[in-house]
């Protein structure tokens, strides 16, 4: 079985009219995008000023920097296959992700008693990341469970506008928090804290589950796992996203280069992310439309060539203001691209029965990846220096897209082709 061997049903209304706008992509995917705008409110108002605040307020080295922030990202990553597996064993996605959010809003107020520890700091971020881990693949698993097959991209793309549009309000709250608390960061901590409580509540409330009408007999068994890296889609798909999440640095690199490029006062920093977000948002309902009728694979490695620009922007011709504005909008056109439309692929070849098992598979491997890749890139700055390890990480970025583009494209293949109608 190969990608180009999957059909594209229609998503039709019960009286054959075609649905449009939100009603596609239903009600429980509004929902879900409810519970992540309002968790990332809370995650970005932290993560907004973080990376200044450990490099700066701490003095921390490039290359520790980047061992945190791999951290921040992929050293739960096997974790995310946990919270797959059991959601899969227990068909109870909801419940699954439900802990993994209650873990984020425990670890804000972790981050209150670590204080000044970098050790600390790591334990608590750990603990941060291990609920992401947990949560990520059942929520992705709902949202593909939740519309048609071929609406999968605007899915994914309401999906993450509304998770954007959280991480666009995050760091703006975080700086009306601190200007109100005479710059105490414990207020930031605090009110992040309320605010993911109440994404917790928003999923108990709304999100539906999915309903598993099959006998116990009929369920998953252990050795079926397996038979996910013996299908081949989804086995070049995972070596696929794992070259593309190695092509990236993170968002915390990308800000502090730009910082220290263009010498930004610190307390615009979290703007940067403010601008990254809104491009997101505004960009992620139409490509994830755009995706699903001229095909997947084209939008997703389009982003990557938005990323190489970002990488070779940081320390190119351009300056002041309009490099400001560039690095932002493209960095966000790369996210609008790429994430959901990744995850959209993801639930067009893993197969349902094992389908938050899948996703969550191939989620580790990017992450993993992108573990791999943060701490090169801080190795990398701190012996060579910024601009060189910003050209080596274009360069790189180049080779993961050609690879990826040999591994997946196919004309034949429904992601890589417009659909064709009568």
């Known amino acids: ?80 296959l946990v919270g797959g597996y059991v959601a899969d064993r227990i068909r109870k996605p909801k419940a699954v992700a439900g802990v993994g959010y209650a873990m984020s809003a425990v670890a804000k107020l972790g981050l209150l008693l670590a204080g000044r520890s970098v050790g600390a700091i790591g334990l608590v971020i750990a603990f941060d990341r291990a609920g992401k881990g947990l949560r990520t693949a059942p929520r992705d ?93 989804v086995r070049r798909l995972l070596l696929a996203a794992c070259l593309l999440g190695f092509a990236v640095i993170g968002d915390g690199f990308v800000y502090l280069l730009l910082q220290r490029r263009e010498a930004i006062e610190l307390g615009w920093f979290p703007l940067l992310a403010v601008g990254t977000s809104l491009a997101y948002l505004l960009l992620a309902i139409p490509l994830g439309a755009l995706a699903d009728r001229v095909g997947r694979v084209p939008i997703l490695l389009g982003g990557y060539v938005a990323l190489i620009a970002v990488y070779l922007l940081l320390f190119g011709p351009l300056g002041g203001w309009p490099l400001l504005v560039a690095v932002p909008v493209l960095y966000g056109l790369f996210y609008a691209a790429t994430d959901g439309v990744l995850m959209a692929m993801a639930g067009r070849v893993v197969p349902e029965d094992l389908r938050t098992t899948g996703i969550a598979l191939i989620q580790t491997g990017q992450a993993l990846a992108y573990l791999a890749s943060s701490v090169l890139f801080g190795l990398a700055w701190q012996l060579w220096g910024p601009v060189a390890a910003s050209r080596l990480a274009a360069v790189v970025t180049v080779l993961a897209v050609i690879a990826t583009a040999s591994l997946l494209f196919n004309r034949s293949n429904p992601d890589t082709a417009p659909e064709v109608t009568a």
């Open 1 to 80: 079985m190969y990608l180009s061997s999957i059909d594209r049903p229609a998503a039709d209304a019960p009286d054959g009219t075609r649905r449009r706008g939100l009603a596609v992509v239903g009600g429980n995917v509004v929902a879900l995008g409810s519970v992540s705008l309002v968790t990332d409110i809370s995650a970005e108002m932290v993560s907004a000023i973080l990376p200044v605040y450990l490099v700066f307020g701490l003095s921390m080295s490039p290359m520790a920097y980047g061992v945190l922030d791999g951290l921040y990202t992929g050293a739960t990553a096997l974790l995310r």
């Open 141 to 233: 698993a709902l949202i593909s469970l939740s519309a048609p097959p071929d609406a999968l991209g605007r899915a994914f793309g309401v999906h993450r506008a509304m998770d954007s549009f959280g991480a666009f309000l995050g760091p703006l709250v975080a700086i009306a928090v601190l200007a109100a608390a005479g710059q105490a960061f414990d207020a930031v901590l605090v009110t992040s804290a309320c605010i993911a409580a109440l994404g917790v509540l928003i999923l108990v409330l709304f999100v539906r589950d999915r309903v598993d009408d099959r006998p116990p007999a009929a369920r998953m068994a252990r050795p079926d796992v397996a038979s996910l890296l013996r299908n081949a889609p």
